[in-house]
């Protein structure tokens, strides 16, 4: 199972330095990929419930520059909030100057308020996820028009950089919708808020939609994503809940070790008792 980090990025005002140290103390210590979130208007205050006070593309480049080998991604980038033409520039630009370590995950966003702030509609927002998606995978993989959807299209254009290789996709969400767009658009699939046994069956209903001839064969890395910060916890449960993920099917655990003050310790310790247990995974030929 790989080891991965989500970064905090929830405190408006902190030392944004910190996020470079953790970066590259979560490299040292062998973590997979660094994850940071997204909200570009939230109608509440920056924190638990809203994350992502540094914009989080801007805030990988940075990243990618003062490391060298762990990968970073959005979890999740809110996508139908923006243009997918200019989010396909910004991740092939980042995908191009990182040496290819960035994915890009993608959400359809919760929060009607925040769609209404920034004047994007609320509704129709998993259907122009999902095309948004497959714009992207046009502007990858072909790099020309014409591509013909109900939002977006264009007739004829030339894009650059195409990247080299595949940038990875990452989407969430345990719905059958979810699961659904998963099978049909993702490289890895990232299933929060749920145990270890509902994990297991709603990978079993990802797998089914895989399985579908027409996602043409279509594997899907499965992973989640726990919290280890606050009074009560401690670090035995922490490595607990990460082994009954692994046995539950996660071949990612991201691990959110909350605010800047004591993240760097419990990640540190963290990443010692897994290791010493075998959690770390380096196995290279996963998205």
Known sequence: MRLQVVLPNELAGADPHQLIDLARQAEDLGYDTAWLPDHILPPGEYGP?????????????????ATSRIRFGTSVLVLPLRSPFVVA????TLHALS?????????????AHEFTAVGADFSSRAARTDEGIALLRHLFEVGRGPFEG????FETGVFEPRPEGVV?????????AALRRAARYADIWQGVGLDPPTFTE??????????????????VSPG?????????????EAVRTAEAFRTAGAEHLAMHFGTPD??????????????RQGHFDHNDDLP
């Open 49 to 65: 419930v809203y994350g992502g006070v540094l914009e989080p593309l801007v805030t990988m480049g940075w990243l990618a520059a």
């Open 89 to 92: 520039k910004q991740i092939a």
């Open 99 to 111: 040496g290819g370590r960035i994915t890009l995950g993608v959400g359809i966003g919760w929060d």
């Open 150 to 153: 109900r939002w977006y299209g």
């Open 168 to 176: 990875p996709v990452m989407t969430g969400g345990v719905t059958d």
């Open 202 to 219: 709603r990978l079993t209903h990802l797998r089914a939609h895989t399985d579908d001839p027409r996602t043409e064969g279509r594997t």
């Open 224 to 236: 989640t994503r726990i919290d280890w910060h606050g009074p009560d916890a401690t670090l035995d």
């Open 262 to 275: 004591g993240y760097a310790r419990r990640m540190a310790a963290f990443a010692q008792v897994a290791g």
